[in-house]
């Protein structure tokens, strides 16, 4: 399991700061907004800066920043993910509080409790120690909440550009990290190429239902009881 939190560490601040140029006019891309409730507005300034490194070479960095506004237009939340692709997702938790979810990847994220106006942040010491880094995740593309269950099914994509699967439980979002399970490591055990799979919806009957399989695919579903079950097995693992 990611247990080790840096986000509070000057290790990680100084890691921070040197992207923190690119978050000027200069190198605005664009910008674009969505409304994730009736009462909030998400918008995000896509940032990019690249520059060559020789002749034959360059680099470039893009960056976004997300502002959380209220019916009013006054921001309430600000992040600034400063390398890779941006993921962020609202939901309405079983407390009644509201929560959005925004980061990087399952290494740096940010869970915002909207309602109480708190930020619970976590890092991983992977981050600036890549030899520690337990997850295969290259971006996260889309969460699934099950509000009767409070657990995430987060499908992403890993370093091979193959679709995975890794479930976060939510009874405590106040309290990061939160715990999870890459599923794909369970179904590659029971299901042929059950690595290569992708989350489809949680069911009525409290399940989720999962496409599995690359060259031979199917239909699977996993009850909220076995999937909790792993949860608890491997809380003292390794875990993604």
């Known amino acids: 399991m990611l247990t080790e939190n840096i986000a509070l560490s000057p290790q990680y601040e100084n890691h921070q700061k040197q992207f923190d140029y690119i978050f000027q006019k200069a190198h605005l891309i664009h910008t674009t907004s969505q409304e994730v409730s009736p009462k909030y507005r998400l918008d995000i300034h896509h940032y990019h800066h690249g ?3 020789s002749e034959k070479s ?3 960095i893009s960056c976004q920043q997300l502002i959380l506004r209220n019916q009013v237009g006054e921001s309430v939340f600000e992040y600034k993910n400063r390398f890779g692709y941006v993921f962020y997702h609202y939901l309405q938790h079983s407390n009644t509080n509201e929560y959005l ?3 990087n990847d399952l290494h740096e994220y940010v869970v915002y409790n909207i309602t109480r106006n708190q930020v619970h942040q976590y890092a991983s010491p992977g981050l600036l120690q890549p030899e520690k880094r337990t997850s295969h995740y290259w971006y ?6 099950s509000p009767t269950a409070d ?3 987060v499908n992403g994509q890993d370093m091979m550009n193959c679709p995975a699967v890794t479930v976060l439980e939510l009874d405590a979002p106040d309290v990061v990290p939160l715990k999870m399970l890459n ?3 369970y179904l590659g055990q029971h299901y042929e190429e059950g690595y290569f799979c ?3 919806a949680w069911t009525a009957d409290s399940g989720l239902q999962l496409w599995v399989g690359e060259e031979v695919s199917q239909t699977v579903i996993l009850p909220v009881r ?3 079950e792993l949860l608890q097995n491997q809380e003292n693992s390794t875990g993604l």
């Open 58 to 60: 360059g680099y470039s």
């Open 183 to 185: 599923l794909g490591l």
């Open 140 to 145: 996260i593309k889309e969460l699934l909440y």
């Open 101 to 103: 979810l925004c980061g």
């Open 226 to 228: 076995q999937i909790r």
């Open 151 to 153: 657990l995430i099914a």
């Open 51 to 53: 520059y060559l490194t």
């Open 198 to 200: 992708r989350a489809l």
